[in-house]
C-alpha cells in the first residue's frame, strides 16, 4: 500500500501544473484564476494516451464577446500570442508554454497587444 502511494505521488509531482477553467463557465478565469490550478493528468489524444507537454491560453473575441480558455497543452509547440483572424470578426490568440503554471495571467502587455489586434482585425470588417 506505501508503494502504491509512493508512486501515485510521484506520478502526480511529475505532472506539469497548469492553470485550467474557461470564462465562460467560471468568470474568474480572468482575474482570480489562482484556485484553478490542476496537475495536468494524462490523456487520450487521437488514440494515444498522452502527458501534457505545457500549458496553453487561448483568448477569443467575436465583437463584444470574449473569452478565455486556460487548459493543459498535450500537442502543438510553444507561442506567444498567436494570433488567427476567422469569419464573423473573430479573433483568436494561443499562447502555449512548457513550464509549470506559465499560462497565468496575461502581461498587460499580451493584453493591450491582444485588444490592439482585436481592434484592428473589426475596423477591416
Known sequence: ESLLLLLISLSVSSAIMCYVCNSEYKSDCWENYEKFITGCSDKRVSGQQMKAIGCRTIRTSVGDER???????????????????????????????????????????????????????????
Open 67 to 125: 473569452s478565455l480558455v486556460r487548459e493543459c497543452a498535450y500537442t502543438g509547440e510553444n507561442v506567444d500570442n498567436k494570433v488567427t483572424r476567422g469569419t464573423n470578426k473573430l479573433v483568436r490568440s494561443y499562447t502555449q508554454c512548457s513550464t509549470h503554471k506559465c499560462n497565468s495571467s496575461s502581461s498587460l502587455f499580451s493584453i493591450i497587444s491582444f485588444g490592439i489586434v482585436a481592434l484592428f482585425a473589426f475596423s477591416r470588417w
